[in-house]
Nanobody, 127 residues
């Protein structure tokens, strides 16, 4: 298992913005479907957003639609999550994950199917 590295978390007030990044020198991101998950205290880890290998297809959980944008730059081996209009309910540890796939368009929301994970970056939103 290769370790991914997240960055960009922090503490903001409601309505603020953060941009998370995920990268690793150990994988060629172009071969992987990617995703962001989050886990709040006492809750299960849930998918926030995922992006296909090609970047053409994306998925967002309903609670973040129209506020979060996932993107990837395969040349830089980096994935991003732009988070706008943050709410206190967005407070959680955010994790990036990678899953090798031959498909350029497949989206996978099941955390059990991801092979590589980061250690997480904390996002705290105050009201």
């Amino acid at each position: 298992q290769v370790q991914l590295v997240e960055s960009g978390g922090g503490s903001v007030q409601a309505g603020g913005s953060l941009r998370l990044s995920c990268t690793t020198p150990g994988l060629t991101f172009a071969d992987y479907g990617l995703a962001w998950f989050r886990q709040a205290p006492g809750k299960e880890r849930e998918v926030v957003s995922c992006i296909s290998r090609s970047g053409v297809k994306t998925y967002y959980v309903d609670s973040v639609k129209d506020r979060f944008t996932i993107s990837r730059d395969n040349a830089k081996n980096t994935m991003y999550l732009q988070m706008n209009n943050l709410k206190p309910d967005d407070t959680a540890m955010y994790y990036c994950a990678a899953r090798m796939t031959e498909s350029l368009t497949l989206l996978v929301m099941d955390r059990r199917q991801y092979d590589h994970w980061g250690q997480g970056t904390q996002v705290t939103v105050s009201s």
